[in-house]
Every structure is written in structure tokens, then in C-alpha cells.
């Protein structure tokens, strides 16, 4: 049986290292081996592949996606790519937007010249529903224009619209997904829920911005990469697929759902001052999704949160250490390279 070499970017970080667990595991689909190229920067943890380390279809390349020698070596070894790679913390985007357009929008266009070049045969880029920027009431369809309200979503918005073009200009298979908020465990401590639950369940105030009332639909992380491979293997090129959970909160009720599981009272809540750029609503239509893909999300929020309250509880040397966890050592390794 012939196997797909998939490259998988970003593959070290929450949602790249989730799906690389997830075709390899037990449930995958065994006919795939996958490289993941991450540069390790600082939400990455090599302990998210632990997992997989020994698996024979497993490989790890620590470098850059800017780095146009490494990227292009690695491209013409592998059959589809699925890019994870981002810069993708709103509030750091705001401070300094250099490392975004770097990463997210010239990293991009590195990998797409890569893979033309070489004449990959699957490229599905992984975006946010960040783009389309705040909506008061309904659910944006994939055919909704694009709003971006900060230098990381316009980042984002940027480099969808260039993979697009690589479709539209050159015909290569580029297929991309806007999902809505991830959660699940594995995932770095500066999002809002591991950073509630870590806090919380080391006695520390947690912050809530402004009147609590943004509202953000939650999605599994299980469902987002059951989505995502959906999109690889079934999916149509030049198409965007909008990936929802099915689950929209306030932050304030998320705020009381994640105290209830902590054990924990609203005096240890402390509101800020609301920060720039802070989209009031989210909200993305996954009808595409479900009627061509057959996507449907299976992971209930009230069992989601729960599963990942106990997982931050059971693995605290895990979260603990994730903010300094060295580089590992690789099959291959390069400098980086401006892009």
C-alpha cells in the first residue's frame, strides 16, 4: 500500500501537533507518514509529539517556513501539505506586527512557491474565522467579505487570499479552512481557557476584558482536525471551508462555566481594560462543510470542558514547562532565512 507523505507546518503547535497525534494514532488512517516543520518558537512544546516520536512514519525538521532552501527540499520529498504555521496571539499582533506579515503572509508565499514549483497535489491552508471581523447578528458564509480588525487577523487575511490566488492563477489544489475557537488540551497557556483553568487552579485572579460580553464560538479541537483532514481528503480545490463547533458563549458565561470547574467564586475575576481590536462577535456558517464533507461536531462543550479541566489538572508539569521547553534535536535542521 502506497503511503501520502503529507508535510505538516507548524505540526508542534496545539492544533498541528493534535493532528499529527491523530493520523498516526491508533484511529488514523494508516496510510499516511508525516514530517512536521516547525521552527519551535515560543507556544510550541516538543513534548505535544512525544506521542508519536517513535512511529515509523513519524519525522521532525525544526526549521523555519521562511527559510526558501529548507521548505523547497522538503516539498519535493512530500505529496500534500497542510499548513498550520502561524503567528497567532491577537494581543502580541498589536504590539508588534512584524513577526505576523513575516510569518503568516511571507511564509506562506514561501511554501506556495514550493509546493508549485514541485507540483504538490493537495496544499490546505488553515485559517481563522478572525478574517471576516466582527458581526452583530448571523453566521458568515464562505462567500463573506473579508474584515480583518487586527494586524493578526489581517495577517491571516492576507495569506488566504494569496494561497487562493495560487488556485487561481497557477491551478494549484489549495483548499482553506476558517475554524472558530479552538480548545482542547496541549494547548499553550496564553489562550483564554488554559489560561483561566492554569490560573485558577493555582489560586490566581484571572483577567476578563471589558464588560465580558464578546462572544466566541468554541470548537473542539478533536472536531477541527477530524474537519481538516475531511478538507484533505475530500474537499474540493480553489474552495474555503468555514469550520464552526456549534457552541457560541459570551466570555463572560465562558468565564462562569470554567469557575464552576475549578471550584472557584467570581471574586477571583478581575476585569480589564478592554484591548484594541477585540472584535465583539464571531459567528461562521459550516453548512459547506457539513453538506459536501459531511462534517458535523461530535465533542459536546459541557464534555470538552470538563475533559480539558482534568487534563491541565493531571498534567501540570506539562503547562508548567511549556513556556521553556527547548528545541529538540531533528532528522534535519537549518538556520533560518529572511524571507
Known sequence: MSQTRILVTGGAGFIGSHYVRTLLGPQGPGDVSV????????????????????????????????????????????????????????????????????????????????????????????????????IPTGSCTEEQPLDPNSPYAASKAASDLLALVYHRSHGLDVRVTRCSNNYGHHQYPEKIIPLFVTRLLDGHKVPLYGDGLHVRDWLHVDDHVRAVELVRTRGRAGEVYNIGGGSELTNRQLTQLLLDACGADWDRVEY??????????????????????????????????????????????????????PAPAAAATAGTAPC
Not at 40 to 53: C, G, K, M, R
Not at 101 to 119: E, F, P, Y
Not at 306 to 322: D, F, I, K, M, P
Request: proline letters at 2%; one cysteine or more; hydrophobic letters at 40%.
Open 35 to 134: 514530517t512536521v516543520l516547525d521552527a519551535f518558537t515560543y507556544a510550541a512544546n516538543p513534548a505535544s509529539l512525544d506521542e508519536v516520536q517513535d512511529h515509523p512514519g513519524f519525522r521532525l525538521v525544526v526549521g523555519d517556513i521562511c527559510d526558501a532552501r529548507l521548505v523547497d527540499g522538503l516539498m519535493a520529498e512530500h505529496d500534500h501539505v497542510v499548513h498550520f504555521a502561524a503567528e497567532s496571539h491577537v494581543d502580541r499582533s498589536l504590539v508588534d506586527a512584524g513577526d505576523f506579515v513575516r510569518t503568516n503572509v511571507l511564509g506562506t508565499q514561501v511554501l506556495l512557491d514550493a509546493a508549485l514549483r514541485h507540483g504538490v497535489g493537495t496544499f490546505v491552508h488553515v485559517s481563522t474565522d478572525e478574517v471576516y471581523g466582527s
Open 272 to 325: 480589564v481594560t478592554d484591548r484594541k481590536g477585540h472584535d465583539r462577535r464571531y459567528s461562521v456558517d459550516w453548512t459547506k462543510a457539513r453538506t459536501e464533507l459531511g462534517y458535523t461536531p461530535r465533542r459536546t462543550l459541557a464534555e470538552g470542558l470538563a475533559e480539558t479541566v482534568a487534563w491541565y489538572r493531571e498534567h501540570r508539569a506539562w503547562w508548567q514547562n511549556a513556556r521553556t521547553a
